[in-house]
T-cell receptor, first 113, second 113 residues
């Protein structure tokens, strides 16, 4: 089935460690996005990419990094510079140029221990 | 800039009650409007959308009408069920380039039997 797969579903990080969240899609979508969700808050955009080897910062990019080496994959690294990384992370994608709807993965929970 | 304001929750209703969740927006350009639903521990699913003024989106008994004159996209359902308990997000996307979705903060709905 086509869709967006995020892994792992749950991840624990020690302070000072970098961790990488995986996002893979087999929808042949061009654009991909990473959002962060905190309890009681809406979604905030971290990074997005519209084509391979290109990406742009969103509203809260500090402490995060991404890569887009393949169309299907858009991994997010949460670095030790991110001071408050505990959150729910959502990956999304959209077909370009005419697709209007953004589709989401199931999300990854990151907890700092 | 672009922004979405939706009514704060939580909203608690009895089964078969009428639901309205208000959503208003500000946007530069001509946005498409969306309602997404998030069930506990899951990612976001598209519930309905409207791409131009006076369009009505509908799905699963929910509906919302794109009102340009009041810059609103209120979500309604005539008779809610316990299974509708979730968080509902209003969002917009300006139809230009690779602009990402802009979300409201979400409204938690709890339906009790």
């Amino acid at each position: 089935d086509g869709g967006i797969t995020q892994s792992p579903k749950y991840l624990f990080r020690k302070e000072g460690q970098n961790v990488t969240l995986s996002c893979e899609q087999n929808l042949n979508h061009d654009a991909m996005y990473w959002y962060r969700q905190d309890p009681g808050q809406g979604l905030r955009l971290i990074y997005y990419s519209q084509i391979v080897n290109d990406f742009q910062k969103g509203d809260i990019a500090e402490g995060y990094s991404v890569s887009r080496e393949k169309k299907e994959s858009f991994p997010l690294t949460v670095t030790s510079a991110q001071k408050n990384p505990t959150a729910f992370y959502l990956c999304a994608s959209r077909i370009q140029p005419s697709g209007n709807t953004i589709y989401f993965g199931e999300g990854s929970w990151l907890t700092v221990v | 800039g672009n922004s979405v304001t939706q009514m704060e929750g939580p909203v608690t209703l009895s089964e078969e009650a009428f639901l309205t969740i208000n959503c208003t927006y500000t946007a530069t350009g001509y946005p498409s409007l969306f309602w997404y639903v998030q069930y506990p521990g899951e990612g976001l699913q598209l519930l309905l959308k409207a791409t131009k003024a006076d369009d009505k989106g509908s799905n699963k008994g929910f509906e919302a009408t794109y009102r340009k004159e009041t810059t609103s996209f209120h979500l309604e359902k005539g008779s809610v069920q316990v299974s509708d308990s979730a968080v509902y997000f209003c969002a917009l996307r300006v139809n230009s380039g690779n602009t990402p979705l802009v979300f409201g903060k979400g409204t938690r709905l709890s339906v009790i039997a």
